[in-house]
């Protein structure tokens, strides 16, 4: 009884708080609205992501691929009831809106399972390099589609789906710390550690590669559908493998195989250019100096921890020159970027600013933590994440 | 006589020119502690891997009760009941020690993966079935107080342990191990040879072993059979196959 | 079109595809060396190669190509392209030694997964960082300033039918004819322009005019009925020095001491490590050596085929020569160069069929198919796990 008491009771609550972010979304700016969804999306993407490559150890890096076969399943089906009449161009009422997220849910399932077999046959890399190639297939023949739109897009009637943004959040998370908790979620990873041993003991291998892909998939699928409503308006530039590469660093970078590591990955990565958007325009000598001043500071310290691995303090007499030599470096880069003609008194606008800053911090963070902001560990709610007697 | 429950029979593999194993028969019985040898390259670890459904044989047969089980992918050896250890320890290195004999047991799981997700009552019960399991596996091996650490981090002589209790967790009537004793010092391996002898006593299991501390098969098996070069060249109790010339030559041959 | 494909543009276009082809075999060299040795897939190759074109706009413009500087004259321009060359190679080289010293040593004990990301970001820095700095290049019209080397080699495949040249000979004398003719009468009647001829006037001017089409319909009736080749000069010269690179690489790797430790790295980077061999000093050496291959190729790229540049042009050609690189077997040195080839025939093969909007799509298609058949690609071995 106590069992279900707690289950239902979280389920309450997860669906509660989905609201109530509901709220605050309604009750603040689109654009609030708008982040408040694309946090919830990328958080999806990651989390599903992780299950594929960081828990099943398959080297995915198309994931973008998939949750564009749900956002254009969606479109596509928007566009469809759209011609039926079935809805009008005001607005797409939820019961539709969940319609779609099941049938992209599928379709992107089914697309999962494509991918999921070659990776029957292929490992490492070149199941990676399959799987950018499966993405940047499907961005062209959509680009050549003119029923999806071509390369100009596609519009589908809004609906606000904040709510059932974080519903299918806390729904895919929860699903993956599920798994975690069982002896299934073991055997995905006992496919990430040795597939041959894996096999020797039973394990299905195959089944498991492709569950992890058809379920990984899914959950980006539904993401997608619920990018088309919230935006209204998709296209291919929408899923280029940069979006790819984001999601994998957000798995990267939260720890591989950490679910509240991606959940917090991507929640930094995605806020981080976010609010450098609104930044102000700068002097771009003064970014160059700091860019310079930042690479050489990251070098000192990199250093430093190199010769904390022989038994020495961070804080050595070499650190401080190495500062200040970090310092000096930026301000010297910075007037010497003044002194050339073609680089003098530019400023640059933010939104050209933040993917480098956003670049410069990825680069920063795998060399000072390669392991992950928590590494391979689960964070915090140790009832919750972690495993009752392990 | 009862039946035995392996047979190879005139079982071959061949890699492009080279035949690896070549027309090797033999039977083993239940119940047996039964001892395969020969010096490297023989083609044992061959055998194994023909017997697990690793690799496909050529021509030729490989029974298990009875049963023709050739090409039979190796995780549905495993379910037939047949369990292995790995030469070159295979273990979930960033796993636990417990998670690694779970995983062992998870083939006679009997929920679903959307049980599992879904997080019913069912896959939490045979969780914690499998985990007791695992426990006491643990218990039989030695194992139990290193239940939590990862795998990786024990000892050399308790990684093989550790293999040999995740095999036995997926409930195998035949054990292969592949040298168990290898890298143990005389008196891990003496403690493991009194291990192995209680997996048959106690637990009715027919184990099929590789190794090559002969002190150590001679005093555990009760038959063996030598390979050199992917054939057969002599089979018996211990006390023969120590006076077998042909063993003598093959182990010591190229020396003379 | 509807008179479907154009059979006699096959061969041009296979010219064509395989001097693209050479391009992204460049590129796709210094991708397999990297993997080759550190088993790393150096996301960051294509920004190298997209500095190398920077590099050589930057010294062309420099040396004047686009001010008219005085005594800038075609003669010395093969110099001027030597310079591009050399300098486009010497800085990708020393930029890859770069990102492999400060981005990816530190990473190399940890998981090779570490290591890729730290590439894609260095990628992206390079290249937005390098929207910052870098001005979009100007189109095709003034890149061909930069290429001195004008005009075709021309090489006839299949003689033109000689009877077919009496009957334009024929169709020639008879346009002179008329058109002295038409010249004559022009004069008898005393008019300034053919256009005020009287009627009758009008009529020989119309036999003179239908006389020119037939000599013109005869003599292109000749020239199709032979085939030849047309290679630019300008590619002809970048194919060539692609071939000489790829030697020279070739005996680098197979016949010098480098080479051979490059090779044992390749082959087992902790043994060769035991055996005495400095294996920074090699994936240093690697580096240096593929990326300033990328260099060769970046150069080439911006002078002879006129691609439009921006700081995001080494995504498309990284990752196309990326493809190429896996197309061969990752790691295999003559499996990049086949799979470059490949790619470059495949795409343009695809246009002349007349595709050219899934030109971008046929890299990846192929790739899925050889790899569904031959895992390792087509030169390399996929490696069988030893139980």
Redesign the interface.
């Known amino acids: 009884m106590k069992f279900w008491a707690v289950r239902f009771g979280s389920i309450g609550l997860a669906v509660l708080v989905s609201f109530g972010i509901g709220m605050i979304a309604q009750g603040s700016s689109g654009t609030v609205s708008r982040l408040l969804a694309l946090a919830g999306l990328y958080v999806t993407l990651a989390v599903s992501l992780n299950l594929i490559n960081g828990i099943t150890g398959q080297?995915s890096i198309g994931h973008a691929a998939f949750y564009q076969v749900g956002s254009y399943t969606a479109a596509f089906l928007a566009s469809i009831l759209l011609s039926r009449g079935v809805i009008s161009n005001l607005g797409t009422p939820i019961p539709w809106v969940l319609v779609a997220v099941a049938t992209s849910l599928v379709t992107a399932g089914i697309a999962g399972l494509f991918i999921g077999l070659?990776s029957l046959?292929?490992?490492g890399?070149?199941l990676?390099?399959?799987t950018?190639?499966?993405g940047?297939?499907l961005r062209?023949?959509i680009?050549?589609t003119p029923q999806l739109g071509g390369s100009y897009g596609i519009n589908s009637p809004k609906a606000f789906v904040v709510p059932y943004v974080w519903m299918l959040t806390f729904l895919c998370v929860g699903v993956c710390r599920n798994l975690l908790q069982t002896a299934h979620g073991l055997s995905f990873l006992s496919v990430r550690e040795d597939?041959?041993a894996s096999s020797a003991m039973g394990v299905n291998v195959t089944r498991v590669k492709v569950a992890a892909f058809v379920i990984g998939s899914a959950f980006a699928g539904a993401a997608g559908a619920l990018l088309t409503f919230n935006e209204g308006f998709i296209n291919v530039n929408s899923f280029t493998?940069?979006v790819s590469?984001i999601i994998?660093?957000m798995v990267?970078?939260g720890g591989?195989g950490s679910v509240t590591g991606s959940i917090v990955a991507a929640l930094t990565l995605f806020i981080l250019p976010e609010v450098l958007r609104d930044a102000p325009a700068m002097p771009?000598n003064a970014?160059?100096g700091t860019?310079a001043g930042i690479?050489l500071l990251v070098?000192t310290i990199?250093l430093a921890m190199?010769h904390k691995g022989l038994g020495r303090s961070i804080w050595m007499p070499k650190t401080y020159i190495g500062i200040g030599i970090a310092v000096a470096g930026g301000i010297v880069v910075s007037v010497l970027a003044n002194c050339l003609p073609?680089?003098a008194n530019r400023t640059?606008p933010s939104a050209?600013?933040r993917?480098?800053i956003?670049?410069?911090v990825?680069?920063i963070m795998?060399?000072l933590r390669?392991?992950?902001i928590f590494g391979v560990r689960e964070l915090g709610l140790k009832s919750f994440f972690r495993r009752a007697n392990a | 006589m009862p039946d035995p429950i392996l047979s190879l029979q005139n079982a071959t593999i061949q890699f492009g020119g080279l035949v690896a194993v070549d027309n090797v028969t033999f039977d083993i019985n239940p119940g047996e502690l039964f001892g395969l040898i020969g010096p490297n390259g023989a083609g044992k670890?061959t055998c194994f891997?023909l017997v697990t459904g690793?690799y496909k044989p050529t021509s030729g047969n490989i029974l298990f009760k009875g049963k023709v089980i050739n090409g039979i992918p190796p995780h549905k050896v495993a379910k037939l009941g047949i369990a292995r250890t790995?030469q070159n320890i295979r273990l979930f290195g960033a796993l636990s020690v417990l998670d690694n004999v779970v995983i062992g047991g998870f083939l006679r799981n009997q929920t679903n993966i959307f049980a599992s997700m879904a997080y019913l009552p069912g896959a939490i019960r045979e969780t914690e079935r499998l985990r007791d399991q695992a426990m006491a596996l643990l218990e039989v091996m030695d194992l139990a107080d290193e239940a939590n650490g990862r795998a990786s981090d024990l000892p050399y002589g308790k990684q093989r342990r550790l293999e040999i209790a995740r095999a036995m967790a997926t409930q195998p009537d035949l054990l292969l191990l592949d040298e168990p004793a290898a890298g143990m010092n005389p008196q891990e391996s003496e403690d493991l040879m009194n291990t192995v002898r209680k997996l048959r006593d106690d637990f009715g299991k027919t184990v099929l072993l590789i190794e090559h501390d002969m002190k150590f098969v001679m005093n555990l098996c009760e038959r063996i059979v030598v390979l050199d070069h992917g054939e057969e060249i002599a089979r018996g109790v211990p006390v023969e196959i120590r006076s077998h010339p042909e063993v003598i030559k093959a182990y010591l041959g190229e020396a003379c | 079109m509807t008179a479907g494909l154009d059979a006699s543009a096959l061969p041009q276009q296979l010219l064509n595809g395989l001097m693209f082809g050479a391009i992204y075999a460049l590129v796709a060299l210094g991708y397999t060396m990297v993997?080759g040795v550190l088993k790393l897939?150096n996301f960051a190759h294509g920004e190298v190669f997209m500095v190398g074109t920077y590099t050589a706009l930057f010294v062309s413009w420099q040396m004047g190509y686009f001010q008219g500087a005085p005594g800038m004259t075609r003669a010395t321009s093969p110099a001027v392209l030597l310079l591009m060359l050399v300098a486009s190679m010497i800085v990708c080289g020393l930029l890859g030694v770069a990102i492999e010293r400060?981005?990816y040593r530190?990473?190399r004990k940890?998981?090779r997964?570490?290591s890729?990301?730290?590439a894609?970001?260095?990628?992206?820095?390079l290249?937005?960082?390098g929207?910052?700095?870098l001005p979009v290049s100007p189109p095709r019209s003034i890149l061909e300033q930069v290429n001195p080397y004008d005009g075709n080699l021309s090489i006839p495949l299949k003689p033109r039918n000689a009877s077919l040249a009496a009957s334009v000979d024929k169709a020639q004398a008879e346009e002179k004819l008329a058109a002295l003719a038409l010249e004559q009468r022009i004069k008898q009647e005393g008019v300034s322009s053919e256009f005020d001829l009287s009627e009758e006037g009008k009529k020989i001017r119309a036999a003179s005019q239908a006389a020119a089409q037939v000599s013109r319909d005869a003599e292109s009736r000749y020239n199709e009925s032979g085939m030849s080749l047309n290679v630019p000069y300008g590619q002809g010269i970048m194919f060539l020095a692609t071939l000489g690179l790829m030697g020279l690489l070739t005996y680098l790797v197979m016949f010098t001491k480098t080479g051979r430790q490059m090779r044992a790295v390749a082959h087992d980077f902790d043994s060769a490590s035991l055996m005495g061999i400095n294996v920074d000093r090699i994936v240093t050496f690697t580096f240096l050596i593929g990326s300033s291959l990328a260099g060769a190729g970046a150069m080439m790229c911006a002078t002879f085929l006129g691609t439009q540049l921006t700081s995001f042009v080494g995504?498309t050609w990284g990752?196309k020569a990326?493809?190429a690189a896996?197309l061969g077997g990752?790691g295999n040195i003559p499996g990049a160069v086949l799979g470059g080839l490949l790619i470059g025939v495949a795409e343009t093969l695809v246009v002349w069929a007349g595709g050219s909007?899934?030109k971008?799509?046929i890299?990846?298609?192929i790739?899925?198919f050889v790899?569904?058949v031959k895992?390792?690609?087509l030169l390399g071995s996929?490696?069988v796990?030893k139980?």
């Open positions: 080297f070659p046959r292929l490992r890399d070149y990676a390099i399959v950018l190639g499966f940047e297939i062209i023949v680009q050549n597939e041959v493998m940069d590469f994998l660093t990267v970078l591989t771009l970014v160059l860019l690479a070098g990199r190199d073609a680089l640059i050209e600013l993917m480098v956003f670049s410069a990825l680069v795998m060399l390669p392991q992950g | 670890t891997n690793v790995f | 993997y897939i400060f981005a530190p990473m940890q998981a997964i570490a890729l990301i730290t894609i970001g260095v990628s992206m820095l290249q937005y960082g929207a910052l700095v995504v990752v990326f493809v896996v990752i909007q899934y971008d799509a890299a990846f298609v790739l899925i790899l569904l895992p390792g690609g996929a490696k796990e139980v």
